[in-house]
């Protein structure tokens, strides 16, 4: 019997720019210039109970496409699927479930996340682990590399096939950002 873990996460939070050189990205056709997003955190030193704020930088995060500005706040008109499912995260696992039910019985891990929607609806930009195996129950069982790899093409597939009503600023269809989609876990 497996059982799947499915978190979905979706982001709330600006980006920001560390003044860090920006780096450039193609992919899919599309420029994509990244920079590095940081993160304050209030610590408390265990020696002597002194509080410091401590600044931590985060990955690389995609901030505009093609010299556009990507927007990512929660209170604008978002991207909406044009299919059934209420997220990328419940679409994904719909249209691979039969499939990751066939995986032997083990660890099994994938992300998603930083996925760019166009102006148009389309994904045009994403960050995937690919699924990998994180723990065996068996040690006389063999892994089929085929398998995995065949599960990963069935997903890019899926995202270069997947439409959205776009996201919009005001009434200007805009690029957007969905900073943290899904991580599945599958034991």
Known sequence: MKTIALILLLSTGL??????????????????????????????????????????????????????????????????LKTKEESLGDYIE??????LDKLIQAG???KLNKVVIDENGKIVYYEYSGLYKVAVFNNNISF????IAA???????????????PAYNGTRKVPYLIQRVMELLIV
Do not use: C
């Not at 719909?94 to 499939?99: G, P």
């Not at 599960?151 to 009503?165: A, C, G, I, M, P």
């Open 15 to 80: 980006i920001t720019n560390t003044g860090n050189a920006n780096t450039h990205v193609r992919f899919k056709g599309n420029d994509f210039e990244l920079a590095a997003t940081t993160d304050t955190q209030l610590v408390q030193e265990p020696t002597t109970g002194k509080w410091e704020t401590v600044i931590s930088k985060k990955e690389s995060t995609p901030l505009k496409m093609n010299g556009v500005k990507i927007y990512t706040m929660p209170y604008m008109h978002q991207p909406k």
């Open 144 to 147: 089929d590399d085929d398998q």
């Open 94 to 99: 719909k249209n691979m479930k039969q499939d």
């Open 151 to 165: 599960l990963n093409k069935k997903l890019r597939l899926l995202l270069d096939k997947v439409q959205f009503e």
């Open 108 to 110: 099994y891990n994938f």
